[in-house]
């Protein structure tokens, strides 16, 4: 059995980096940059008031100012602030020459028309200044970033309308398993509908991927030989959901090898998780995932997810935080590397969820990440601090 830590060196080694193509700012959410990208201007591009107020000179402030213009956001200042002058100016508006600071507008009085004072003792400047955020040229996001809300943002507003980003990578599932019916079919006597697919698809789709459902390869070499084959020819990644164990009817690993698929490791010392096949051909891999519904969100996780970000261009570490455990854990084997479902309650602590082993996909719905129990360990105690994977 491989360490889960070997496993995952193997199979990051053996990624490599797709192609790139530009997209759409609309479509590059949960996309990789493949290029730094760099700001074509100044930012703020000129000196703009940071709330509604009047622009004037600070030293002016003991002293009634006259109003001599109105700047609107979007209108280039005319008139230069002189002495006991101040300009009526709105959030985001040109500051104009002469005038150093912005006072608000709630820290004044009327006294005459177009005439106002100063009512506090101090201001601060209220002044955003050219360039005081990013300079002309200055690289606002590196190559690799995953494209979130706020770095479209960014994109956005340096004009940068199409990122070159890594393209999508594919991938095909396949369930095996004559006693697999669809979600819309009622199973009959020693049927079960067919959980995996559908939630390793919306895995693959939740981190950018382009998921490409192959279908229900029924236990015969003919059926599985085919779907497999068939998954090959038009994705990148293929990911197998059950027939990878020690069972009669468990023949993927060697039509794999038939298929002239290097295979790398066919079992982890991982629980849940255990019966998981990693392979290559040429620049495809293939996973066998355990059959059962947890194993295979776990292995996901764990090992696919790293791998095709990887393949995107995007260093992936996932996020963990220390939490105290909310009650003692405890396990009877201790062989096995083991992934626990936790909650994590109002007050701050890593709850281990009621979990009956890898067919039991419910535990799952109320977890917040997982918790690692290392080899060897076979009781966490309440109180003890423990990092949580968040999923």
């Known amino acids: 059995m491989k360490l889960l830590e070997d496993a995952l060196k193997i199979v990051l080694d053996s990624a490599y980096e797709v192609d790139n193509e530009k997209v759409e700012l609309n479509d590059s959410m949960n996309r990789v940059l493949a290029e730094d990208v760099f700001s074509d201007m100044d930012m703020p591009p000129f000196d703009k008031s940071a709330m509604d107020g009047y622009a004037c000179r600070m ?8 109003i001599i213009e109105t700047i609107p956001a979007g209108k280039v200042p005319v008139k230069e602030v002189l002495k006991n002058q101040c300009s009526k100016i709105m959030t985001g508006s040109m500051v104009p020459k002469g005038a150093d600071c912005v006072i608000m507008v709630e820290h004044t009085k009327e006294t005459a028309e177009n005439k ?6 101090k201001t601060n400047q209220n002044i955003a200044f050219k360039a005081e955020d990013i300079k002309t040229g200055d690289v606002v996001l590196k190559k690799g970033t995953l494209i979130k809300a ?13 990122p070159n980003v890594y393209r999508k990578i594919k991938v095909g599932v396949i369930s095996t398993g004559s006693e697999l019916v669809e979600p819309d079919q009622k199973p009959g006597l020693s049927q079960i509908r067919n959980s995996n697919a ?20 029924i236990d015969t ?23 990878v164990s020690m069972g009669e009817f468990d023949f993927i690993p060697q039509i794999l090898k038939d298929l002239n698929v290097e295979i790398f490791f066919q079992t982890l010392a991982v629980q849940p998780g255990k019966p998981t096949v990693f392979g290559r051909i040429g620049k495809k891999f293939v996973f066998g995932l355990p059959g059962n519904p947890v194993s295979s969100f776990n292995i996901f996780e ?12 995007y260093n992936y570490k996932p996020l963990a935080i220390k939490l105290p455990l909310a009650k ?4 009877k084997k ?13 007050d701050g602590k890593a709850l281990p969820l009621e979990y009956h082993g890898s067919a039991h996909i419910r535990a799952m719905v109320y977890a917040d990440g997982l918790i690692s129990v290392p080899i060897g360990v076979t009781k966490i105690n309440e109180g003890e601090l423990i990092d949580v994977r968040q999923i």
């Not at 030293?59 to 006259?66: A, G, I, P, V």
């Not at 084959?229 to 059950?242: H, Q, R, Y």
């Open 334 to 346: 201790a062989r096995r590397q083991s992934f626990i479902p936790v909650k994590i309650t109002d």
């Open 198 to 217: 559908y939630q390793l698809l919306a895995q693959i789709e939740k981190i950018g991927c382009i998921p490409n459902y192959v279908g229900i390869a």
């Open 150 to 162: 706020q770095h479209i943002a960014v994109l956005a507003s340096v004009g940068c309308a199409k």
């Open 221 to 243: 070499h003919e059926a599985s030989h085919k779907a497999i084959t068939t998954a090959l020819n038009t994705n990148d990644v293929i990911l197998l959901s059950g027939g």
């Open 302 to 313: 764990l090992l696919t997810k790293p791998l095709i970000y990887k393949m995107m261009g």
């Open 116 to 121: 106002i004072i100063f009512t506090e003792e």
């Open 328 to 331: 003692t854990y405890e396990r």
């Open 59 to 66: 030293e002016d402030l003991r002293n009634e100012l006259e």
